[in-house]
């Protein structure tokens, strides 16, 4: 039993075969890892325990009957921003408490006829706004590696469960980093797909432009299980693309000579920690001796991308947040008319982070300065994305750092928010391109803190971004798991 | 000062926002740093430059004009906070001062 957590899917399903586990047996062991560590972690915001257990017996059914499905019988936990049938959904927020959906998100669907388990719903920061999953409106998840700091966000909760081994691995969102910046302060493996290989169908929308959902796991060759379940065009979702799906786990194992990896100048900024630097400079080592070809390239309008994206996220995000109005589901405040309870239901559901968004995205689009602010920045944006398609010329896939810094305490960026909102510079640029991204552990801070890597990929290149990281994950053998919960 | 009290207000308005008194200066003061940083995109030329709202272009997105079931009037209402018959119950609308 002690070797579960260090197990990928693929051995997890072949022990699950073999009988010599059982999905209940597999289940309940997470279930009881989540009651012995999830108080001092808060990474669950709801635990489905009978749900879990009748699905686990069901996968326990068909692998009696010989059926075989590729994630029959994994426990996961689910980001709190996918609809799930029957589940409360709340995406971290009071306004939506006691949300029912009545159907099921696409990639839940997906998981489904998959044959996962579903443990429960993960925290996260409200609406997905944030980087530190301090602005739940219910709990603040900590970091397994230092319990006194932020597991990053907005996918905090994934993040740290994965890490903990609260769950074989979960499922998170990323619209300005929120998959990868919590993944490399968490020290595992975490993806966004190319913008549109995933449906968003059941997707709670916060920028719609930018979000993706996307994979946590701790390693590569999950990340690659998962990405196969969920990636494909859907009817649902008009933004969705029609390119079939690859086995993304083909590649892995084969090796990376001749591959260059632009290298670019911009993300290696001043702010940046020594350890972080460090780490880089040694991973970029390891791919020199792996074959790869370190090639300097430059994207000079990254010091933009910032702005750029706290203009459009909150533009599209003031539109997308607008049907929250207490009319047909989740918190209602008495008004004495229409507009007096939508402003009460609103004030007291929505965080002051939500607010702050809206009321930027509000200003942005209003009549005289949509073209100053929004369409200025829509241009820029254009930019950023001609920078990424002339450096990828003269590379294959670029490698940067996820985060400039690790793992901050929590508190410490609450005041400020453009503090906050600069934790994400190095991952923002790939959202505003619709490039695929990826985040692989690294190594540590002196402090003991998880650092990672960024892979950035081509457009729908994700089976080669897998490839070079499953690559760099067998030669640098960097520690899982916070000693702490190994247990 | 780029943003104004008195805009912050009006534009959370718009947004169908009541802020806490409090809450205005803070937000005031926070909006106009942010703003501020955002000014540095005015030093850049985007002349003849299209705006991408659509990083992955995919065109003309139609389907079958075929008609499917969608949800019951019970599963539509049964998040609903007041309903009255197959209604969402709300307060006044017509009438009501902008």
């Known amino acids: 039993m002690e070797n579960i957590l260090d197990m990928t899917i693929a051995q997890l399903k072949k022990l699950l075969r073999k009988k010599e586990i059982s999905s209940v047996e597999l289940a309940t062991y997470y279930l009881d890892r989540i009651k012995k560590y999830d108080g001092e972690i808060l990474s669950y915001l709801k635990i489905t325990e009978e749900y879990a257990l009748d699905m686990a017996r069901q996968a326990d059914k068909k692998i009696a009957n010989g059926e075989e499905e590729p994630l029959l019988g994994i426990p996961f936990g689910m980001k709190d921003i996918l609809c799930t049938k029957g589940i409360e959904t709340t995406c971290g927020s009071k306004i939506l408490k006691g949300f029912v959906s009545p159907y099921d998100a696409t990639v839940i669907q997906k998981l489904n006829k998959a044959g996962y388990v579903h443990l429960g719903k993960l925290n996260m920061d409200e609406f997905a706004m944030g980087s530190s999953t301090e602005n739940s409106a219910f709990q603040a998840t900590k970091n397994p590696w230092d319990l006194s700091r932020i597991p990053g966000g907005s996918s905090g909760g994934p993040a740290a469960a994965v890490a903990a081994g609260l769950c074989a691995a979960a499922l998170g969102t990323d619209t300005g980093g929120s998959i990868r910046q919590p993944a490399s302060l968490c020290g595992v493996v975490g993806m966004k797909p190319t913008y549109g290989r995933v449906s968003r169908y059941g997707l709670i929308a916060f920028a719609s432009s930018l979000d993706q959902i996307g994979p946590l796991a701790r390693n590569v060759s999950d990340c690659a299980a998962v990405l196969n379940v969920i990636a494909g065009h859907d009817v649902m979702d008009s933004t969705s693309i029609p390119q079939p799906v690859p086995d993304y786990a083909q590649l892995l194992g084969k090796d990376i000579k001749g591959l260059k990896i632009g290298i670019p100048r911009e993300y290696f900024i001043e702010g940046m920690e020594p350890d972080v630097k460090k780490a880089m400079t040694e991973s970029i080592a390891l791919f020199e001796k792996q074959g790869a070809i370190p090639v300097e390239i430059t994207l000079p309008h990254t010091e933009y991308a910032v702005a750029v994206y706290y203009i459009i996220c909150t533009a599209e995000a003031s539109s997308n947040l607008a049907r929250y109005d207490g009319v047909k589901y989740g918190l209602r405040e008495k008004g004495k008319d229409i507009i007096d309870m939508y402003k009460k239901t609103r004030l007291k559901g929505f965080g002051k982070e939500v607010k702050r968004r809206i009321i930027l995205g509000t200003y942005v689009l209003s009549s005289g300065y949509y073209d100053a602010y929004y369409r200025k920045a829509g241009k820029v944006r254009t930019l950023i994305k001609q920078d990424f398609d002339e450096a990828f010329t003269k590379c294959d896939m670029i490698v940067t750092p996820v985060s400039p810094t690790t793992a901050f305490k929590a508190g410490e960026r609450l005041q400020d928010p453009l503090t906050m909102y600069l934790s994400d510079i190095c991952t923002i640029p790939v959202n505003l391109a619709g490039l695929p991204g990826l985040s692989l552990p690294c190594g540590f801070d002196e402090k003991g803190l998880p650092i990672g890597l960024q892979i950035i990929g081509q457009a729908l290149d994700e089976a080669r971004m897998l490839q070079a990281a499953y690559v760099f994950e067998t030669e640098r053998k960097v520690k899982k798991m916070p000693e702490r919960y190994s247990v | ?98």
């Open chain 2, 1 to 98: 000062m780029k943003i104004t009290k008195e805009t912050v207000e009006y534009v959370a308005h718009l947004g169908r926002l009541e802020l806490e008194p409090q809450e205005i200066d803070l937000y005031t003061q926070q909006i106009d740093s942010i703003l501020q940083y955002m000014d540095s995109l005015n030093s850049l030329n985007t002349d003849g430059i299209e705006p991408t709202s659509h990083a992955i272009p995919v065109k003309c997105v139609l389907r079958e004009d075929t008609t499917k079931a969608s949800f019951s009037v019970d599963d539509s209402l049964k998040n609903a906070p007041e309903k009255t018959g197959s209604f969402f119950k709300v307060p006044p609308i017509i009438g009501v001062e902008e």
